[in-house]
């Protein structure tokens, strides 16, 4: 189970963000990672026989991050209502505050951040000072100082896309400390968090880089991290992540855990892309990023399987929202991105992470494959929408729907097929009950046979089958046809695009029976 202590999976605009040496003017404050400071502070290279005086320079400029809260809790029906055991549960009333309203409680959150400058602005994760629960509100956000000064903090801008926010505290000739250039950072190198861990106060952890660009599995353009070894549990989030010359590399932001407690994997935001954020939300600018309006998936081996392609070569477009920047380029579902601007699309460099680096309004090349075959397209980068509104046009799948009688209507229930399913036409009805999108087409499934692939790989009853290897199909008949394609082609998967409900189609790769 991943305990994901940033709500999105996060990251962004490329850029890389070089620290620039500059000589201060006499008499003024500097950065407590000052190049010049840090050189004879830095242990020798290789193992460190300490990091104290490293830490003693850097730790006044970390600080603890709280929330206060307020939650608005719907009530709940009582389930004695109008029995004679009503009156033990509430009197019949609806539980809540009496009268069926809601109840509102209080709440609060803990995470930490850094100063940026010595007048008190202040870098954290847009999760830690968000509201943690649906109906909250942030009523103030508090910022407290290691020598435990207190104060009340001003949000100046916040990207949930990235789980990057910036605050403002009322305060002058504070300790701050700088960005450092993350893309000269090397897995094996040593790394130290600072942070305020289950509101212990300012804690220091160590270790190396694991892995850089590291794809946690929340998706998405910003699914791109540097992980590490160094401790790092709740409340950590928003802290930084330094290298032994000072340097600022990385904002820790989630952990991977079975327990929700550090097991030695947790993920920062690298500062080559959290830095460009920053420096537009103090400039009071709003963050944009191309968007072209595609669903995607990865090649999984039964994928490029089916489509003849290496694994981990490029994307699969499984959706094309109407209007957007790709329709009009002219994509397809069931291409395959495999370069955008000349960049290869790979699991570490997703297709989702090379446009949101493009500026709205930019020329974005696409190199695909369709059916095979090599083409190019060029697209104009649209604004990519906020996250919420994401979420929201993805629409919510219904488990529970039933699935009509087999003999209702006029449609006809074809034999088992080659993927182990039987299917039916798609009638009104059908799509009424499946709330199937308007203008939906394909044949809906209305058994899997268990020990199919189809099953092990989460078909059921009620999915809507759009296409079989490219083909659009109507009726069983249809898809007996495109599979016994399949097999003509001396093939042994076959790519299935599906859609469940209101929620985007996706690409299967499934093994066809002998």
Known sequence: MRYAYAITGALLLGGAAAAVTLQPPAGAQTAQNEPAAMASLAPRAGAPLSFADLVAKLQPAVVNISTKQTIK???????????????????????????????????????????????????TNNHVV???????????ITVILPDRKEYVAKLVGKDPASDLALLKIDATNLPFVRFGDSTRARVGDWVIAIGNPFGLGSTVTAGIISALHRATGLNGAFDRFIQTDASINQGNSGGPMFDLAGNVIGINSQILSPTGGNIGIGFAIPAEQAKPIIDQLMKGQAVKRGYLGVTIQPITEDIASALGLPKNVGELVNGVAPG???????????????????????????????????????????????????????????????????????????????????????????????????????????????????????????????????????????????????????????????????????????????????????????????
């Open 324 to 514: 957007q920047a790709a329709e009009k380029a002219g994509v397809k579902a069931g291409d395959v991105v495999v370069r955008v601007n000349g960049e290869e699309v790979t699991p570490d460099q997703t297709l989702s992470f090379l446009v949101a680096n493009s500026a709205p309004g930019a020329r974005v090349r696409l190199d695909i494959l369709r059916d095979g075959k090599p083409l190019t397209l060029n697209a104009i980068a649209g604004t990519r929408p906020s996250e919420e509104s994401l979420a929201a046009s993805l629409g919510q799948e219904d488990d529970d729907a039933a699935m009509p009688d087999e003999g209702s209507g006029s449609a006809q229930v074809g034999p088992a097929n080659a993927l182990g399913v039987t299917v039916t036409p798609l009638t009104p009805g059908i799509a009424r009950r499946f709330q199937l999108p308007a203008g939906a087409h394909g044949v809906v499934v209305v058994t899997v046979d268990p020990s199919s692939d189809a099953a092990q790989k989460g078909l059921k009853q009620g999915d809507l089958i759009v296409s079989v290897r490219g083909v659009p199909v109507a009726t069983a008949a249809d898809m007996t046809r495109a599979l016994a394609d399949v097999k003509a082609s001396g093939r042994d998967t076959a790519l299935v695009f599906v859609q469940r409900g209101g929620q985007p189609g996706r690409a299967f790769g499934l093994k066809l029976s002998k």
């Open 130 to 140: 968000a509201a943690g629960a649906r109906g909250a509100t942030v009523d103030s």
């Open 73 to 123: 809790v719907q009530p709940q029906a009582n389930p004695f209502a109008g029995t004679p055991f009503g009156d033990l549960f509430g009197g019949g009333q609806d539980q809540g505050n009496g009268n069926g309203g809601p109840t509102t409680r209080q709440g609060q959150s803990l995470g930490s951040g850094f100063l940026i400058s010595p007048d008190g602005f202040v870098v």
